[in-house]
């Protein structure tokens, strides 16, 4: 799987956006790009995942670059319950054995 | 829906003992995985099954074995426990390779 970028760690005010980056330049053209995050003693969770366009669902949004070497998973109004650590991750929905590869994702503080 | 469910919730070893890990979904899910994550890591994938009758090797597999004689259960046996296997696990499953994972809670494991 293509290796992925995440600042390791990031700051929100509670009831504010949040933008969370991830760079996978060497993305390949049938690499998903899949969001997941996993909260203080919980397994992760299933956030939003995307190919080419962007994605919207009931937990956040995704937006992913023209060329798809970047994208942006965004919390629309962050709580406090949305402190967690967030991981990006490529997954080639071609292959069905395919696994994911976590990377050490990105730390996020919501601050009150 | 129970989702997955994993147990125990907690263990303690003591180095050289074997136990099992388990792991139960009730969502007729195809693939299921184990994996383990260490303080401060991202998850690292140990074994996984793309169906009953079928596993195959992670990342991590030395010290670990795995069977799939349903397509409920999944578990994970330590043979010999060994101190460098203190970690928590983590199980997942999946149906379509389209959509996401769902995690279980986690077991949390020291071996002493």
């Known amino acids: 799987d293509a290796k992925t970028t995440q600042p390791n760690s990031m700051e929100s005010n509670e009831e504010e956006p949040v933008h969370l980056p991830c760079n996978h330049s060497?993305?390949?053209?049938?690499?998903?790009i899949h969001w997941y995050r996993q909260l203080p003693s919980q397994g992760p969770e299933y956030v939003i995942h995307g190919l080419t366009s962007n994605v919207n669902n009931r937990m956040a949004s995704l937006a992913i670059a023209e060329d798809r070497k970047s994208s942006t998973l965004i919390l629309h109004r962050a709580t406090l319950r949305d402190a967690a650590v967030y991981y990006c991750i490529l997954r080639d929905h071609s292959g069905s054995a395919r696994q994911l590869t976590f990377g050490s994702g990105t730390q996020l503080t919501v601050l009150p | 829906n129970a989702g997955v469910t994993q147990t125990p919730k907690f263990q303690v070893l003591k180095t050289g003992q074997s136990m099992t890990l388990q792991c139960a979904q009730d969502m007729n899910h195809e693939y299921m995985s184990w994996y383990r994550q260490d303080p401060g890591m991202g998850l690292r994938l140990i074994h996984y099954?793309?169906?009953?009758?079928?596993?195959d090797q992670g990342e991590v597999p030395n010290g670990y074995n795995v069977s799939r004689s349903t397509t409920e259960d999944f578990p994970l046996r330590l043979l010999s426990a060994a101190p460098s296997q203190t970690s928590v696990y983590f199980c997942a499953s999946r149906t379509d390779s389209r959509l996401g994972y769902t995690f279980g809670s986690g077991t949390r494991l020291t071996v002493v």
């Open positions: 099954s793309v169906g009953a009758g079928i596993t």
């Open positions: 060497t993305i390949s053209g049938t690499d998903y």
